[in-house]
């Protein structure tokens, strides 16, 4: 079988590859490597169900490099002063760590967030509106999540074009396909990072989360290595991936009018159109796995060591699992039973606020608006090139105003 992964046309578009995957090779190994791609939704879950055999300890990067087959390019956290944690440990670690944070992200303590989303979205939202054009991407869907994530970890909200291109440096580290150079300077720009972050562990600001982490660090809990890696990880998550979502999400309501006007009618069924925003373009594509013994998945042989990518973006789109897969269907009997974010232990943390972030900037867009749609004229819009992540680079959009005067 044939399949570049990293071509343009499949970064751009990847699910007719993941479709004939799912088909001809729902357990693929890219050529000459250690590499295998997981596009069925049961053998992903079987997959993220079992932690001690598909470990999440990742210290290498995918790397699509010069010729036609990718490579495992060693990046060992170690060699910059950062360590293993959350995401990317396993049990009992990770168990204790999610722990110490689940608190921190649960819906009802996130959902004391909702007026400084709504006043920061009003702030930046207004001005647009007036306009009557918007480049979403740039004007809403980046700042606002790593504005919201940088409040929650006390981070000042000065520091947030810092922060921004910090994270978007780590996401290029993992993208697959950035030039070596670019991997260079963004591996030099997390060393910068984490210097920062010990910065601010040091001296955490009161009731914010990195106090929570700088607490557990001073009880012996978490050995500071694993407070700066935490840290970096929730700005990075907290970042990326909900823009990735707010992108994903005003496109397409930009695309479908029809659709628009039924939730500016129903606005209860926001929540639903989110979910299938996130099962339909998974701002996360995949994560890694690394088997620690010889395993079988979906009736594949895997080696000790194998390097898996559980493709949550394929799964999500699995007519197995999810009938009329490829289109929004707000009448899912079960809207909520997607991977879009993660399935088993490492099921995301931050998806009660990422949830609420959506909610409430898709919820704004609708109301304030009487319509939207993509700006006439503007480039079509196209995606970062990536095999982690899924997130326009630039959505231009008219916005046909209904004249209010406040978000809420
Ligand atoms: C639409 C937005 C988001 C999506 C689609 C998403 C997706 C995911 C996925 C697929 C995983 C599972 C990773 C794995 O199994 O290897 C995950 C885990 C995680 N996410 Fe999110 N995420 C989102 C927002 C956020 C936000 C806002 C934060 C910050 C608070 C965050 C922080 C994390 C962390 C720390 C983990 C690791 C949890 C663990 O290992 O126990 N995510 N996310």
Redesign the pocket.
Known sequence: MNVDPFSGSSLEDPYRLYERLRHDAPVYQLPETGIWFVTRHDDLVEA?SKPEIFS?HISAIVYAGAGTNAVVVPADPDAIGAVDV??T?DPPV?TA??KL?NRA?VASRMALLEPQIVALLDEKISPPLARGTVEWMEEIANPL?VS??AG?LGLPQSDLGRLKAWADAGIDLLSGVSTMERMADAWQEMIGFLSYLRERLATPAPESITATIAEAVARGDLSDREGVSLLL??VI??SE??A??LGSAARRLAEDEELQDSLRKDPARIPVFLEES?RLE???RG???VTTRETELGGVKLPEGARVM?M?GSANRDEKAFANAGAVDMEREHPYAH?????????????P???L??RIVVQALLERTTTFRLSRGAPSPRHVPSVFVRRLTHLHLELISSGDASVA
């Open positions: 993220a999440s959350l995401a440990q990770h760590q999610r944070l992200f999540p919201m994530i929650l990880q929730l998550a907290g991936s909900t990735g979502l996130v998974s701002p996360f994560h890694f796995r559980l949550w991977v879009g974010f993660g399935s088993g232990i490492h099921f995301c943390i931050g998806a606020l990422a949830r972030e959506a």
